[in-house]
């Protein structure tokens, strides 16, 4: 069972920068591909990024490529997101989740935070 917990969403005007965090409890996070999903009022949850639990492998949403980078600390049980030349369409809830295999679809997660939000400003 793993329990996760995101912090750091905020507001921050188009073009800006903010990190959002998530912090994981529970057993074995380091056999964990985390991801970051987000969803905006009215549309389905969408995948952001992701990053495999040994490797630190990852991948991007084509929307973010170039401006957000995902990446984690094992040993404090952390995943990171750092979104730069945020634009407003990137407003959103912003999830984390845990899963044992790498995916890009939520259904591929079998744990998930309680969201952040993250308001973008034009």
């Known amino acids: 069972q793993v329990q996760l917990v995101e912090s750091g969403g905020g507001l921050v005007q188009a073009g800006g920068s903010l990190s959002v965090s998530c912090v994981a409890s529970?057993?074995?996070?380091?056999?964990?591909?985390m991801g970051w999903f987000r969803q905006a009022p009215g549309k389905e949850r969408e995948f952001v990024a992701a990053?495999?639990?040994?490797?630190?492998?990852?991948d991007y949403a084509d929307s973010v490529k170039g401006r957000f980078t995902v990446s984690r600390d094992n040993a404090k049980n952390t995943v990171y997101l750092r979104m730069n030349s945020l634009k407003p369409e990137d407003a959103a809830v912003y999830y984390c989740?845990?899963?044992?295999?790498?995916?890009?679809?939520?259904?591929?997660?079998?744990?998930w935070g309680q969201g952040t939000q993250v308001t973008v400003s034009s």
């Open positions: 989740a845990a899963g044992r295999l790498f995916a890009v679809t939520p259904r591929g997660y079998n744990y």
């Open positions: 529970g057993s074995a996070f380091g056999s964990y591909a």
């Open positions: 990053v495999t639990a040994i490797s630190g492998r990852t």
